[in-house]
């Protein structure tokens, strides 16, 4: 047994240790923050831009690649999504008229989603209201001294995480 291993079985014999160990809860807070922010910011993008918060995500990912686009593996390693639940959700963003699949001009075989004039236009709008909503939830109860601090170790675990999640097919 590893020395992490053994750190992380200390003190713990019981469920009420398990429940109470202060790794446990931060991870919980953690967690139950991200959940009730995604409900909440997710619920605005859904109700005042008619998609879905995935569907946001999915326009961003195309926003920040440019050009003619991206092949239906990279949005689905990006999104942590099978390649069936990648082809579905894009599926149905193209019968909304935010993407379209192009042929891959460097790859005969290949397609392409790429973002539509109103893919743009709605990835903007939705950017408007969540950056508003992160302000009011995300960044608005901590104090002003910690935000920076707080969001560049945000990216630190995000990539840390990214690298340990196995690649889906």
Known sequence: MDARSEA???GISTAKDAADHE???AFGRLQGAANRLEYVLGRAIEQECGISHLMFEVLLI???AGGPGLPMGAISREQVLTSG????LVDRMAAAGLVERAD???DRRGR???LTTLGEEKAVQAARVHVANIEQYFLA???ASHRQRFMDDLRILSHAARDAVP???
């Open 23 to 25: 790794l446990v809860v």
């Open 141 to 143: 109860p901590l104090p």
């Open 85 to 88: 639940g990648v082809t579905r």
């Open 62 to 64: 195309l926003g920040r």
């Open 104 to 106: 891959d001009p460097d």
């Open 112 to 114: 392409l989603v790429r």
């Open 167 to 169: 690649r889906l097919r």
């Open 8 to 10: 992380g079985r200390a």
